[in-house]
């Protein structure tokens, strides 16, 4: 029963997913020299300088103004609380995925972190050998078979692609502060969360080299790679420190 489903939900995806690429793509101009992985290029690239603009005269200043004020140890703290809070997501999707062992290591973390870890404040789990595994639904479809689509950029979400964006719509309901009964608390959280991983990301700039899009695109998508294939792929560039997720 459980194959019969799986295969229905891999069906309806995929229906799904191939009918949002057509659509996109009817819209986007033909060119000789195309990257079959981004054939919207020109409309990623707008949005990539829109998200640029942002990221430059907004986001980028108010990260550097937290990285100046905030110390070293409360910084981790604060970035290790959502690792936490994230814990559901790697709970479910490990889950979905049937690996439970791993979902298992998830729950522990969560627990034994919320808990001796004060709120998560410190990674008492992976000093006990409990290391974090790192998934999303997004990595659940790609178990499942579910082709990725067309790397997309997504306007102040950032880079992704068809498969990836979709799945950001479970992903955000899968984590406990989507349930704050309270707008401004909500706001508030995801405002610091956002904030406090654009400030991490600060040291990652020195990185890119060439064409930024260009970089960053491949690095996303070898990245993803990466992560949907639990490591087995050819290219050992994996670009650790660019994780956009």
């Not at 939900?9 to 060119?31: D, E, P, R, Y």
Request: with cysteine; aromatic share 12%.
């Amino acid at each position: 029963m459980q194959l019969g489903c799986k295969k229905m939900i891999k069906k309806s995806l995929t229906i799904g997913l191939t009918s949002l690429v057509l659509s996109l793509a009817a819209g986007a101009q033909a060119g000789t020299d195309v990257n079959p992985d981004d054939p919207w290029e020109g409309f990623n690239r707008k949005v990539y300088s829109f998200n640029k603009f942002a990221d430059t005269y907004f986001l980028k200043p108010v990260a550097k103004g937290y990285d100046w004020i905030t110390p070293a140890p409360v910084d981790d703290g604060i970035s290790n609380i959502f690792d936490n809070l994230g814990e559901t997501k790697n709970f479910i999707n490990d889950s979905l995925q049937f690996k439970f062992a791993d979902a298992g290591t998830d729950l522990m973390r969560f627990l034994i972190n919320s808990t001796i870890g004060v709120a998560g404040i410190f990674d008492v789990a992976s000093r006990m050998g409990l290391q974090r595994n790192e998934e999303d639904f997004g990595q659940t479809l790609a178990s499942w078979g579910v082709e990725s689509g067309p790397f997309v950029v997504l306007p102040l979400l950032g880079p992704s692609n068809v498969r990836d964006g979709i799945s950001l719509v479970p992903d955000h309901f899968s984590v406990p502060q989507a349930y704050i009964d309270h707008d401004e608390t909500r706001t508030a959280v995801y405002a610091v969360d956002t904030i406090d991983t654009r400030a991490d990301l600060l040291s990652a700039e020195e990185l890119v080299q060439g064409d930024e899009y260009s970089f960053i695109r491949d690095a996303y998508m070898q990245r993803r790679e990466f992560l949907a294939t639990d490591g087995a792929v050819e290219d050992d560039f994996v670009a650790d420190d660019l994780d956009y997720e």
